[in-house]
Antibody, heavy 115, light 107 residues
Framework: EVQLKESGPGLVQPSQTLSLTCTVS????????VHWVRQPPGKGLEWMGV???????AYNSALKSRLSISRDTSKSQVFLKMNSLQTEDTAIYYC?????????WGQGVMVTVSS | NIVMTQSPKSMSISVGDRVTMNCKAS??????IAWYQQKPGQSPKLLIY???NRYTGVPDRFTGGGYGTDFTLTINSVQAEDAAFYYCQRIYNSPWTFGGGTKLELK
């Protein structure tokens, strides 16, 4: 069964760095790409970036200077790091698998940026 | 960057009605569009990919169409459980931009 699960801190202070982990099961990270998508409360979806199956990455140009995505294939984990967080980064953060469209999604993790 | 514009922003429909919502890309994306349904408190669910391919398990009352810059999602005989937000997304190429969404409410 395909599953993705996000984990990380629920609260981050302004100007600090967010670190999230997406742990997948039921498929290999070397066969499928994993994307990160976020959703501010009451707002729409924003694509953040991707870890391709081959190990390369691509980022939303609006976030590129602050965002880094990496992985550990042996642990089936994809990592997101974003620095210089501000209140507008408060959102639910999802990881999702690509097959045609984004066919499987994690449950999401709510991250609040506040002092 | 490509901008995806959805219309209308919201619509109120009766059970059994047919509804069509729109997604317009700011440049030609071919058939590289997906549609998602999102209910409150849930993760988005894939409905349609490559503009017109229904994802596994999606009821056949959901139909996607269009090519190039103009796309539609049609729901025939809307059911109560279809009340949700619907998002289009450019796929296949970066950036994988989402539209702003259409809220479907039931009268």
């Amino acid at each position: 069964e395909v599953q993705l699960k996000e984990s990380g801190p629920g609260l981050v202070q302004p100007s600090q760095t967010l670190s999230l982990t997406c742990t997948v099961s039921g498929f290999s990270l070397t066969d499928y790409s994993v994307h990160w998508v976020r959703q501010p409360p009451g707002k729409g979806l924003e694509w953040m970036g991707v870890m391709w199956s081959g190990g390369s990455t691509a980022y939303n140009s609006a976030l590129k200077s602050r965002l880094s995505i990496s992985r550990d294939t042996s642990k089936s984990q994809v990592f997101l790091k974003m620095n210089s967080l501000q209140t507008e980064d408060t959102a639910i953060y999802y990881c999702t698998r690509l097959l045609g469209g984004f066919d499987y999604w994690g449950q999401g993790v709510m991250v609040t940026v506040s002092s | 960057n490509i901008v995806m514009t959805q219309s209308p922003k919201s619509m109120s429909i009766s059970v059994g009605d047919r509804v069509t919502m729109n997604c317009k890309a700011s440049q030609n994306v071919g058939n590289n569009i997906a549609w998602y349904q999102q209910k409150p408190g849930q993760s988005p669910k894939l409905l349609i990919y490559y503009a017109s391919n229904r994802y596994t398990g999606v009821p056949d009352r959901f139909t996607g169409g269009g090519y190039g810059t103009d796309f539609t999602l049609t729901i025939n005989s809307v059911q109560a459980e279809d009340a949700a937000f619907y998002y289009c997304q450019r796929i296949y190429n970066s950036p994988w931009t989402f539209g702003g969404g259409t809220k479907l409410e039931l009268k």
